[in-house]
């Protein structure tokens, strides 16, 4: 006898966030981004509903948790960098694009605790995991083409450049430096260790 063979099974389809609802969301976000980013990870929940003019239910209806919520946020913001990264490949110059984009991540987070804090704490939802590992991915092809321009020493990963960018961010943090020119000026300090000696 033929076996019968099961019906392929099939993961449930997300439906679609109905008008009012997705507006609802990306005021949640925008809000959340304002207030995480001032206050950090430690602003609660109810913050986030007063600045983005909602209830706590309307939150909790499209994030389970604060967790989940600084993870749309912290994503929101690697996009971003994913984006600048795609755009510095595009440029002749690697080591100039390089450059321009570690000042540009360095700005956006002197003014934005979310990011940093969101990377360094134990969260890791698919979602954050997943554009955490494309953002890296972007920047690493910019830093292979810098590399094969000979600018970039030969040796430099991006798993360097995540280990000096977030612990230079954590110390700028703790200390409540928020001036954009002081984390141009170590985005700038750890470019300079990656550049390639001159002969």
Request: aromatic share 6%; net charge positive; glycine share 6%.
């Amino acid at each position: 006898m033929t076996p019968v063979k099961s019906p392929p099974r099939y993961a449930p389809k997300r439906r679609p966030l109905r008008a009012d609802a997705a507006r609802n969301r990306a005021k949640v976000v925008a809000a959340a981004a304002e207030v995480f980013g001032q206050a950090g990870i430690d602003a609660s929940i109810i913050d986030v509903a007063e600045r983005a003019g909602v209830g706590k239910a309307t939150i909790y209806r499209s994030f389970p948790s604060k967790e989940h919520l600084m993870c749309a946020v912290a994503c929101e913001r690697l996009a971003r960098f994913q984006r600048l990264a795609q755009a510095a490949l595009r440029e002749t110059d690697a080591w100039a694009a390089f450059c321009e984009l570690l000042a540009a991540m360095a700005e956006t987070q002197a003014s934005d605790r979310i990011l940093v804090e969101a990377l360094a704490s134990a969260c890791e939802l698919p979602e954050l995991t997943t554009a955490r590992q494309a953002t890296l991915a972007a920047v690493g092809k910019v830093m292979r083409k810098a590399q094969r321009q000979g600018s970039m020493r030969a040796d430099a990963t991006v798993q360097d450049l995540r280990i000096l960018f977030a612990g230079a961010a954590h110390m700028l943090n703790q200390a409540g430096e928020h001036d954009a020119a002081v984390w141009r000026r170590y985005g700038s300090l750890i470019a300079a260790g990656l550049r390639r000696p001159s002969p």
